[in-house]
């Protein structure tokens, strides 16, 4: 069991613990950020991916109250993803601000936290509810994870594509490398739940089809999660990307056919449609760089509302 294959992709829990390591910045052009423009679009979509990266360690603690992480392998799996998720949001971070937009990223993120809100707690609770009622739920958030590694990567490609920027060309390239590890553990390890397993499957597609959301919605709301949906994958390439993305996750077993986030761009298109400025007026008005209001909660869960933080203030976006 701690090898695990199939689907062209293999994955060992053993050598993932050997090589998992924070990203490998060395050599990357840091001083060149500023040299090469970026579209209000491009930023959005750094500033949405660098918030989903941030929220990792959130969504982390919704696997970690279910019946799944009896399974010391995927414990052992997310003690090193959530770390190597880490230096994503940091990396992603640090080249927003050398590109010359100032924020402090402990705020940024404090505040993302604030929002979420009691829903963030209901979430939680269902999923553990769930997961122990439902022995078969696991298959469900395991394929969640796969969608969610796969949509990420493919993201990052279409985003490297539009925005030619040679740096961050070479960032998001070592991005994608970790992305493409999570990708064949949930993969994996979804195949092996479902595998002559009926139940699973049922549910499973019956799940996605009725709870599933593109990565990062509840987090942002549908009309950023359709910006960057529209931004990156709204021409002929971008289409055929979801619907290559959607075939990859119908060969898992039960899921054939099943179309995810392809409909979720033709859902988006269909609210512009409607609207047509739906969507775009967000990357328009820089919405992206606009710090949320923070709330009461937002205080009481950072400690840089303090004035005299700036002796401990370490590792920032910088
Ligand atoms: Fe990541
Ligand atoms: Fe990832």
Request: proline share 2%; glycine share 8%; net charge neutral.
């Amino acid at each position: 069991m701690r090898q695990r294959k199939g689907g062209g992709t293999s994955f060992s829990i053993e050598r993932y613990k050997e090589v998992s390591k924070k990203l490998d910045t060395a050599g990357l052009a840091w001083e060149e950020v500023a040299a090469s423009r970026l579209s209000k679009g491009d930023l959005f979509c750094l500033h949405y991916m660098m918030d989903i990266e941030n929220h990792v360690p959130l969504y982390l603690s919704h696997l970690l109250v279910t019946r799944a992480c009896m399974d010391p392998i995927l414990t052992a799996f997310l003690a090193c993803w959530n770390y190597e998720e880490l230096w994503h949001g940091e990396n992603l971070g640090k080249f927003i601000n050398l590109y010359g937009i100032e924020f402090d990223s402990q705020d940024r993120i404090a505040n993302v936290r604030a929002n979420l809100g009691l829903q963030n707690s209901v979430s939680l609770m269902s999923t553990m509810a769930g997961s122990w009622m439902l022995k078969d739920f696991s298959a469900v958030y395991l394929t969640i994870g796969a969608i969610n590694e796969l949509a990420t990567l493919t993201g990052y490609g279409a985003l490297i594509r539009k925005s030619g920027h040679p740096v961050l060309k070479d960032l998001l390239g070592r991005i994608i490398k970790d992305e493409r590890r999570h990708f064949a553990f949930y993969f994996n390890s979804a195949k092996e739940w479902l595998s002559g397993n009926d139940h699973a499957q049922r549910m499973d597609r019956w799940m996605l089809n009725r709870i599933w959301v593109p990565v990062g919605q509840g987090v942002k709301n549908l009309e950023e999660v359709d910006a960057l949906a529209l931004y990156l994958f709204d021409d002929e390439q971008g289409e055929e990307e979801l619907l290559n993305l959607d075939e990859k996750i119908g060969m898992l077993p039960g899921l054939s056919g099943v179309k995810l986030m392809s409909k979720a761009l033709y859902r988006a298109r269909e609210r512009v449609r409607k609207n047509p400025r739906w969507a775009w007026r967000l990357i328009e008005s820089e919405a992206w760089a606009v710090a949320r209001t923070k709330s009461p909660i937002g205080e009481l869960t950072t400690r840089r509302s303090h004035a005299d933080d700036s002796a401990t203030a370490v590792g920032g976006g910088a």
